[in-house]
């Protein structure tokens, strides 16, 4: 016969289930060895045991409600990440909408940023920043070269005027001779 497939023809994979059989029998493992090594101390720590074991079966259930709600390949693959965070719903009643709410800091510099664009506008308009000093004094300058620009563009029509009356003396002068 041949020996192994080329390429991982012979891989096997263990389900999902056997993985969740694996990891029960190893708390069980873990538990009957707290068990022993407590020894007769067994009355004390029993309802603690209980307790952790109704915790660890309604969060068995929550696991399999989770297992239930992914989707394409994340049902074969089991994520060991300590950073992930699972979000969990919250019931209406566990909700603490009165209680004050952190901000993230992203959110906090945003909020800061709106309030310095908004005293930054405020001392604008009042004149006070640097800026607006510079676009004053440039409208101040601007307005100066419009009415000189106004004030000669006055003269010369007055001067065309006088010039165009002196034309028409003469035209008239002319004509009584």
Avoid at 24 to 35: D, F
Avoid at 81 to 94: A, E, F, G, L, S
């Amino acid at each position: 016969g041949r020996k192994g497939g080329h390429k991982g023809r012979a891989r096997q994979y263990t389900s999902p289930e056997e993985i969740d059989a694996q990891l029960q029998a190893e708390k069980q493992k873990a538990r009957e060895e707290e068990e022993q090594e407590e020894g007769g101390e067994g009355a004390t720590g029993d309802p603690k045991k209980d307790k952790k074991s109704l915790d660890s079966d309604e969060s068995d259930e929550d696991d399999e409600d989770y297992q239930q709600k992914r989707k394409g390949v994340e049902g074969l693959i089991d994520i060991e990440n300590p950073n992930r965070v699972i979000q969990t719903t919250k019931k209406v009643t566990q909700l603490d909408l009165d209680g004050p709410k952190e901000l993230s800091r992203r959110e906090r510099e945003e909020i800061e940023k709106q309030k310095a664009k908004e005293r930054y506008m405020k001392m604008h308009l009042a004149g006070k920043t640097e800026q607006a000093k510079a676009d004053l004094a440039r409208l101040a300058i601007i307005r100066k070269q419009r009415e000189e620009a106004a004030r000669k563009k006055e003269e010369e029509r007055k001067a065309k005027d006088e010039a165009a009356m002196a034309g028409k003396r003469l035209q008239s002068l002319s004509l009584n001779k």
